[in-house]
């Protein structure tokens, strides 16, 4: 069975501030997707992620790939405050029809 | 391009009535369809997901039941819902079981 874990699963921090969270998942995957959750808003898809060493970038944004560590990371740069939101990872099994897989989400609230 | 819908948007119930979440998706065909549920505050919990009409999988035993009578149309049903069925309900849609999910704008019940 497929287990993802995010890490921390909430997140305080202050404007202007750098921070990496992170996405370990517990079988062979190279298919990995980040997605954004506004509070009391549906998820938006963020980064698509295909390969081992994969990297995407938007504004301050940045998520990476490392299918050998089974480990994904979703780095914040410069933190402003609408980056506040529940970001989850969701992984493919890759086995047939199973669905992705999705972590417990991490809460980022930034403050200034 | 594509989009999804669900309705309504906002539902308040009984306890012990039934219930009705209808989600269709435009612009594609075939799409793999999920409905997820979010208790306040917490992560995506996979409830049903179907591969086309008439196949439906269940993630988890409940008084939940789900069809796609369609092959854009996906149906979530209760006949008796309980205190426990109160949550955040989320549609999505897929290309393929690997592919990016993309969401509906979600229904929110309440139950009383």
């Known amino acids: 069975e497929l287990k993802v874990e995010q890490n921390p699963l909430f997140l305080s921090m202050q404007e202007g501030k750098n921070y990496t969270i992170y996405c370990n998942y517990s079988?062979?995957?190279?298919?990995l997707y980040w997605y954004r959750q506004d509070p009391g808003k549906s998820l938006e898809s963020l980064f698509v992620?295909?390969?081992?060493?994969a990297v995407k970038q938007e504004g301050r944004l940045m998520a990476s790939l490392d299918t050998k560590a089974r480990l994904s990371t979703l780095h914040i740069t410069a933190a402003v405050h609408d980056l506040s939101a529940t970001y989850f990872c969701?992984?493919?099994?890759?086995?047939?029809?199973?669905?992705?897989?999705f972590g417990k989400g991490t809460r980022l609230s930034v403050i200034a | 391009s594509q989009t999804i819908h669900q309705w309504p948007a906002t539902l308040v119930q009984p306890v012990g009535s039934p219930l009705s979440l209808e989600c269709t998706v435009e612009g594609t065909s075939n799409p793999n369809l999920y409905w997820y549920r979010q208790a306040a505050g917490r992560g995506l919990q996979l409830l049903f997901y179907s591969v086309g009409i008439g196949q439906i999988s269940s993630e988890v035993p409940q008084n939940l039941s789900a069809s796609r009578p369609q092959d854009r149309q996906f149906i979530l049903s209760s006949k008796k819902l309980l205190l426990s069925d109160s949550g955040f309900y989320l549609c999505?849609?897929?290309?393929?079981?690997?592919?990016?999910?993309?969401f509906g704008p979600g229904t929110r019940l309440l139950v009383l």
């Open positions: 992620l295909l390969s081992n060493g």
């Open positions: 969701a992984v493919d099994m890759g086995s047939g029809n199973t669905p992705l897989v």
């Open positions: 999505a849609w897929s290309v393929s079981s690997m592919e990016t999910q993309y």
């Open positions: 079988t062979t995957s190279d298919r």
